[in-house]
C-alpha cells in the first residue's frame, strides 16, 4: 500500500496488520517512512555561535536560516542540491537572524548546506548539514 496521510501534529499509535497464508510469514517492513509535508520543523543545529537549520517548510520550498549568538556582519550559505554544483549566496538578514529560500525542491531531493559568518572579526565556516525534503 503506498499513499499519503493528513495528520494534525501530536503523538499517535501505530499499527501494521498483516494478513496472509503461512507459506507467506515473512514481512519486510523498512520501508515504513515517515514525512512531514506544509509546514513542519524542519531541520535545527545549536552551537554556541548559532542555531540554524531549516523551516518554512510550504510547497516546493524551505527557508534556510542563520541565528547567531553575538552580531555578524555576513552569513553567507554554501548549499549543494542532490549532490550538485555548490552554490555561495550572501544571506539576508531580518532583525539579527539570516536567512535565505531556497525554491524548486521536490520530495525526496537531498539538500546539503553549511554557513561562512563573521564573529568579532574574524569568519568561521560551519560543518556541512544535511535536510532531505
Known sequence: MTG???IQPGTYD??????GSPE???MNVNWFVFRANGQGNGDSHTHPDYT???RGITGNEVTIFFAPTTEARYVDVHLKVNNGQQLNYRMTERNGEWERVVENLSSGDVLEYSFTYEKLGPQYTTEWF???R
Open 4 to 6: 499519503n496521510v493528513q
Open 14 to 19: 501505530v499499527y501494521l496488520v498483516f494478513k
Open 24 to 26: 507467506y510469514d515473512l
Open 52 to 54: 540554524a537549520g531549516i
Open 130 to 132: 544535511t535536510y532531505t
